[in-house]
């Protein structure tokens, strides 16, 4: 049984290292332009150099989205934009628009073409379709059951390949085909701006009735009905790989390093277990309660095993559950005096019991004894964001590592 792909999300190249040192096999990012996530922080044509390099040196792929829907004015920038990358070693490119993949098929006519969700891939005609095009990898629509993705992988070539979302937030539109972001505040959702409009709070006007709203709140300030629950697959790794599907993708590049890692490393050893032994493999709670450590909304399997109901909606609210703060990334570590140089990157003091974690290894907990600032001066507490800091450590750690500590409760 080949081994399915883990796909992270690099939304700049801190996050690309990261995501390959925590177990990704495969990244995907966007460059500075033509990408669907305008807002996240992207990569320049140095960085996705630098960060190929990285990720090729460790064996792990990179996949550079090109997922906008073009309209005439992008035409001539895109076809100078994937002149000046042709030489990068992109491994693939996740395009939406069929004139973008003839275009990048001209420009770089050994690319391989992965379609993305985007232009929502529902059965097997079409995949023929796009497999006839030259498309090596689908991006399966996120509405696709199981029952449905089993039927496509009998229906298709062996060598076409299926890549589905197992992790992140989920959009209420049609794979991804949201207006309401350009309509509300003329940002296009569909070339990168998208406001996610989704999450924000909604009560039901009568037209002759201003101030008077229809009694479908859920409480005094009206209710998130659009306000989709995040998906969550980590529970069903056999149920995956049994489906025919090649990679399972993480969605998240706009999310910290702080998710990407945590996310990455659960999913990483969840799919490893599952591999070393398919008979006699089993869900362990822990990789659920890591997960859980990031910030995120309420689970839910999303279409997999049927289409989503009410209890896939949270209508009470859009706001996020965040248990943990990410403190602090190691740079370095002494062997020998057990300090560690770490940078902050939220407030710690002296007496905080902190959990350390890094790729490949469970977390362990300990208290806050020492900290140093930079001067070598003894500190009570690291309020300045980026500050670097010497920590005394209980048990040997390693640059990237990552500290976190649970939040009090009301904070």
């Not at 150099?49 to 829907?69: D, M, P, S, T, W």
């Not at 395009?95 to 073409?113: C, K, L, R, Y």
């Not at 822990?286 to 309420?298: A, D, I």
């Not at 602090?328 to 570590?333: A, D, L, Q, R």
Request: charged share 25%; proline share 4%; hydrophobic share 35%.
């Amino acid at each position: 049984m080949k081994k399915m792909e883990l796909l992270a999300p690099a939304g700049d190249l801190e996050k690309l290292k990261i995501a390959v040192l925590y177990g990704a096999d495969a990244v995907y990012f966007g460059g500075e332009m033509f990408s669907l996530r305008a807002g996240a922080g992207n990569m320049s044509m140095g960085e996705m150099k630098e960060g190929i390099e990285f990720a090729h040196q460790r064996g792990v792929k990179c996949y550079l989205a090109l997922n906008i829907f073009a309209h005439n004015e992008d035409i001539e920038p895109l076809k100078e934009y994937l002149t000046a990358i042709k030489n990068l070693g992109i491994d693939a490119f996740i395009i939406s628009d069929p004139g973008i993949v003839t275009m990048v098929q001209e420009i770089i006519p050994d690319a391989e073409i992965h379609l993305s969700t985007q232009a929502n891939m529902t059965n097997y005609q079409t995949a023929k379709f796009w497999y006839n095009m030259g498309v090596k990898r689908i991006v399966l629509a996120r509405e696709l059951t199981f029952k449905e993705i089993k039927e496509l992988r009998e229906n298709t070539p062996a060598d076409l390949e299926f890549e589905a979302f197992v992790h992140g937030a989920m959009c209420i539109s049609y794979s991804g085909r949201c207006l309401l972001s350009n309509f509300m505040i003329e940002r296009d959702a569909n070339r990168g701006m998208c406001a996610h409009p989704c999450r924000w709070k909604y009560a039901l006007v009568e037209e002759q009735r201003p101030g008077q709203y229809y009694p479908i709140e859920e409480d005094e300030r009206g209710t998130y009905i659009l306000n989709s629950r995040d998906l969550c697959m980590i529970e069903y790794i056999p149920q995956l790989a049994e489906s025919g599907i090649a990679s399972i993708k993480i969605e998240g590049r706009m999310k910290s390093v702080f998710y990407v890692a945590t996310i990455v490393s659960a999913y990483r050893k969840a799919i490893d277990a599952y591999y070393a032994d398919p008979q006699s493999y089993e869900f362990k709670d822990e990789w659920m309660r890591e997960l859980k450590k990031v910030s995120h909304r309420e689970f839910t399997t999303g279409f997999y095993f049927d289409k989503p109901t009410n209890k896939d909606q949270n209508y009470q609210t859009s706001a996020y559950t965040r248990d943990y703060t990410f403190t602090g990334m190691v740079k370095s570590y002494d062997e020998e005096t057990g300090y560690a140089i770490v940078e902050q990157r939220n407030k710690m003091v002296i007496g905080d019991e902190i959990e350390v974690f890094g790729p490949g290894t469970d977390f362990f907990v300990q208290q806050l004894t020492e900290m140093y600032n930079e001067e070598g001066e003894p500190i009570e507490s690291a309020p300045h964001p980026q500050q670097i800091l010497k920590i005394k450590m209980n048990k040997p750690v390693k640059e990237n590592f990552m500290l976190r500590k649970k939040k009090e409760k009301g904070n």
